[in-house]
């Protein structure tokens, strides 16, 4: 079984940081496609970012050039640097494993304006 685990969520101002960790445990990390989504309060999830194992990234539109995802192998383990965070970037943020098919449990993010 896999287990994901988001760290990293917080209160913030508007221009502000923070750094987002997703810990994998229990199967193989190092060949997925890992992905960052999230979901607004009244919305859907939405596809946030993603990285293959080969380090290829994608971003939504409404990201780029704002998140960087990224993946330590050794440490298991993806991160989402979010930089200039907006009202609208307010969300839980969650881990997401291809392949396996796997959540974590989502860490909220808010940002205040």
């Known amino acids: 079984q896999v287990q994901l685990v988001e760290s990293g969520g917080g209160l913030v101002q508007a221009g502000g940081s923070l750094r987002l960790s997703c810990a994998a445990s229990g199967r193989i990390f190092s060949i997925n496609t890992m992905a960052w989504y999230r979901q607004a309060p009244g919305k859907e999830r939405e596809l946030v970012a993603t990285?293959?194992?080969?380090?290829?990234?994608n971003y939504a539109d409404s990201v780029k050039g704002r998140f960087t995802i990224s993946r330590d192998t050794a440490k298991r383990t993806v991160y989402l640097k979010m930089n200039t965070l907006k009202p609208e970037d307010t969300g839980i943020y969650f881990c997401?494993?291809?392949?396996?098919?796997?959540w974590g449990q989502g860490t909220q993010v808010t940002v205040s304006s």
């Open positions: 990285i293959t194992s080969t380090y290829s990234t």
């Open positions: 997401f494993m291809y392949g396996i098919n796997s």
